[in-house]
């Protein structure tokens, strides 16, 4: 049975999937600036690693339930 308790912040930003995918993001996102953004393609990496990165923040602002 569901209960209608939220589940803490740091409980959620601690599961391995939200996790993994964090690091993922945040690897791709320092990869870019290591190799440098020299081309266009450089530049829609960013973009698309930036983008995971605030799909991620973005899915803990929703309170889940217990």
Avoid: H
Avoid at 29 to 57: C, P
């Amino acid at each position: 049975m569901m209960s209608n308790q939220s589940v803490p912040l740091i409980t959620r930003m601690l599961r391995l999937e939200w996790l993994g995918q964090t690091v993922a993001s945040l690897c791709w996102i320092v990869s870019v600036f290591l190799y440098g953004i020299e081309e266009a393609a450089d530049v829609l990496q960013l973009a698309a690693a930036s983008s995971w990165m605030v799909a991620n923040v973005a899915s803990l602002v929703k309170p889940e339930s217990s």
